[in-house]
């Protein structure tokens, strides 16, 4: 999530194309639980995550976020960012809080029942909370057309099927390949 943020911020000039973002316990305001971790584990990423630190990665995200769509340049070019949060701790903590899951929502905080943060993006099934969170939002932002909305490179339409162009892309093995 916070990668998307970022790719987002970096790329503005793609905004258009991205019409609907999900988050899935994305630390949009950082994780308490990396203050901590920092402490006994020297990993940088963790360091980036730390809430409240004003020179680290995720308050400069923050920042940044929340002002690219104040410009009206970009403001008319949101996405809709649907949010879902865990409510399950792992080891007695929230890695992500639910304040800190949903900064940038739109609409509703969705809580997935009985989900921790590493288990919140993996579905047992379609009628997992996680799924139907994502179907409705691409319900809503796409509605009931199912049609493709980008060109299928190297692919033309005959009837009702995609056909592949050989030689569109190379396919000759490289040498020594087994």
Known sequence: GVLTMQLLLNKRQ?????P?????ATPQEGSTLASIGEVFLPNPALSQMVPNDPGGFI??????????????????????????????SVYKFSVVSKFSA????DGARNGIGGAD???ITKPGSERDQAVIILAN????????DRSPRLDLVGFNKVGEDWIYEQGYFNTRRPPNFE
């Open 59 to 88: 308050v400069g995200l923050d920042n940044n976020w929340a002002y690219m769509f104040d410009d009206p340049a970009t403001r008319k070019l949101k996405p809709k960012v649907v949010c879902a949060h865990e409510t399950k």
């Open 117 to 119: 943060h590493i288990s």
């Open 20 to 24: 609907l973002v999900v988050f899935y």
């Open 137 to 144: 939002a691409l319900r809503d932002v796409l509605g009931t």
């Open 102 to 105: 949903t900064r940038f929502c």
């Open 14 to 18: 793609h905004l258009s194309q991205v």
